[in-house]
């Protein structure tokens, strides 16, 4: 089970494959004390897999043995569509930062991985949408057969400390407590509150919302109030359309 643990004072909740958890922590995260309490920071570098580049006729594909080769061209831009039922979020995507997590994502996606899925949660208490879940569409998904490297600066060894913060309109990997354990799922930010994850800082931002800022606010509105973290109604993603330039 993967979650996502936010260092701060606030609810706990627990996710699957990769997600998010909110715990109590006061871990400090200012590496340039000397105090022995501090956590020994790293900087992964990003491990690819053996699964071959899909094709513009790749099989829809849900599992996999193994994580992606490099297959972006790094003289070209990447952007991903998401046709969502309440309309479309079109992401401009990292690949100078974290251009792992970026291909991952784009092959996945390749493979329609993520078409027909739900967007299974929002929490305004974190201004999240978290989605990326096509065996179970729910928190109990399994993931795609493997998990990918955090990447994209110093982590702690732990994996409870990292270089992000968060504001919204980002695309982001879902991840547990543990390092190097994100694989598919992923989480939009919808609005100011996500800065709560600042503390931690370990989910993987990889993209940037340029179009559809106006279809994440209407999702934030949709938390039904009589199940928290929860969509009151279905909030599914059509597809997702990668476009390279």
Same mark, same amino acid.
Do not use: W
């Given at each position: 089970? /993967?979650?996502? +643990?936010?260092?701060?004072?606030?609810?706990?909740?627990?996710?699957?494959?990769?997600?998010?958890?909110?715990?109590?922590?006061?871990?400090?995260?200012?590496?340039?004390?000397?105090?022995? %309490?501090?956590?020994?920071?790293?900087?992964?570098?990003?491990?690819?897999?053996?699964? #071959?580049?899909?094709?513009?006729?790749?099989?829809?594909?849900?599992?996999? @043995?193994?994580?992606?080769?490099?297959?972006?061209?790094?003289?070209?831009? *990447?952007?991903?569509?998401?046709?969502?039922?309440?309309?479309?979020? +079109?992401?401009? /995507?990292?690949?100078?930062?974290?251009?792992?997590?970026?291909?991952?994502?784009?092959?996945?996606?390749?493979?329609?991985?993520?078409?027909?899925?739900?967007i299974f949660r929002i929490d305004g208490s974190l201004d999240i949408a978290?989605?990326?879940?096509?065996?179970?569409?729910?928190?109990?998904?399994?993931?795609?057969? *493997?998990?990918?490297?955090?990447?994209?600066?110093?982590?702690?060894?732990?994996?409870?400390?990292?270089?992000?913060?968060?504001? #919204?309109?980002?695309? +982001?990997?879902?991840?547990?407590?543990?390092?190097?354990?994100?694989?598919?799922? *992923?989480? /939009?930010?919808?609005?100011?509150?996500?800065?709560?994850?600042?503390?931690?800082?370990?989910?993987?931002?990889?993209?940037?919302?340029?179009?559809?800022?106006?279809?994440?606010?209407?999702? /934030?509105?949709?938390?039904?109030?009589?199940?928290?973290? %929860?969509?009151?109604?279905?909030?599914?993603?059509?597809?997702?359309?990668?476009? @390279?330039?």
């Amino acid at each position: 089970m /993967l979650t996502i +643990v936010i260092f701060a004072a606030v609810v706990s909740a627990v996710q699957s494959d990769d997600s998010v958890d909110l715990a109590a922590d006061d871990t400090t995260t200012d590496s340039s004390s000397t105090d022995s %309490t501090q956590p020994e920071l790293v900087e992964p570098e990003f491990v690819y897999g053996t699964t #071959p580049c899909p094709g513009p006729d790749a099989p829809e594909q849900i599992d996999f @043995e193994d994580g992606f080769v490099d297959c972006l061209d790094p003289a070209k831009s *990447y952007t991903a569509t998401f046709q969502t039922n309440l309309g479309e979020v +079109v992401v401009e /995507l990292d690949t100078e930062r974290t251009p792992g997590t970026t291909n991952n994502f784009v092959n996945l996606a390749r493979h329609r991985y993520y078409d027909d899925t739900l967007i299974f949660r929002i929490d305004g208490s974190l201004d999240i949408a978290q989605g990326g879940s096509p065996h179970t569409n729910d928190n109990s998904d399994p993931g795609p057969g *493997y998990t990918i490297t955090d990447e994209g600066g110093p982590f702690d060894v732990a994996g409870t400390v990292g270089p992000f913060t968060y504001e #919204p309109g980002q695309l +982001v990997m879902a991840r547990s407590q543990g390092p190097n354990s994100g694989g598919a799922q *992923y989480f /939009l930010t919808l609005g100011p509150d996500v800065s709560a994850l600042d503390s931690q800082g370990t989910y993987v931002t990889f993209g940037q919302v340029t179009q559809g800022l106006d279809v994440l606010t209407e999702m /934030l509105a949709l938390e039904d109030p009589d199940n928290p973290g %929860t969509p009151v109604r279905l909030l599914s993603v059509e597809t997702v359309t990668i476009t @390279e330039s």
